[in-house]
């Protein structure tokens, strides 16, 4: 199969759950290593063909590609369902992405201001996860795309990504704080 045909394919499979579920997002294909994504501001459903074949294939458990992408797709378009919320965040979301142009990785995870800033980060992607995946479950359950164990199983392994990155930094957090405690001891 060609790289076109199989970008057609992806790109085909996608268009199909959005008009399914009757909602109006548009999708663009781009090369951005992301395998799918939601651009609140655009207001439009990104993705990687490469990268999404790459990470249905990172999954632990054997998962079509055609159910990988119908899940994910729910996914977005669960974000979708919160652009209003995705929207209120941008204010704060781009004092944080600031901060870590203005500061090293260095600096931030020496300075507890700074490294806070990353938690609240973290929390806020996580909620932004778990409302999108929400979404995600209640169009699955209306139009039936998969089984309900294939998308507990894509699920639980996207957020798991996050997870991980967050408790790291809680680790690195509370390190620094002990960190303190022995320097005023």
């Known amino acids: 199969m060609t790289k076109q045909h199989k970008e057609k394919e992806l790109y085909d499979g996608i268009y199909a759950v959005i008009q399914a579920v009757g909602m109006t997002v548009t999708i663009k294909q781009d090369h951005s290593g992301i395998n799918m994504s939601y651009n609140f501001i655009g207001d439009y ?3 990687d063909a490469k990268r999404l074949i790459e990470a249905r294939n990172e999954l632990k458990l054997p998962i079509s590609l055609e159910v990988y992408v119908k899940t994910m797709t729910l996914h977005e378009l669960g974000h979708a ?10 204010p704060r979301t781009i004092e944080i ?17 700074l490294l806070t800033m990353m938690l609240e980060e973290h929390e806020m992607n996580i909620q932004f996860e778990q409302t999108a995946w929400d979404n995600a479950r209640a169009l699955n359950h209306i139009h039936q795309f ?32 002990n960190q303190q405690v022995v320097q005023l001891a």
């Open 146 to 177: 998969v089984s309900e164990t294939e998308f507990d199983n894509i699920m639980q392994y996207s957020l798991a990504t996050y997870k991980t990155l967050y408790e790291q930094d809680v680790q690195a957090y509370h390190h620094l704080l």
């Open 81 to 90: 369902m919160d652009r209003d919320a995705l929207q209120a965040s941008l």
């Open 45 to 47: 459903v990104g993705f």
């Open 97 to 113: 992405f600031t901060m870590k142009k203005q500061h090293s990785l260095k600096e931030i995870y020496h300075q507890e201001h």
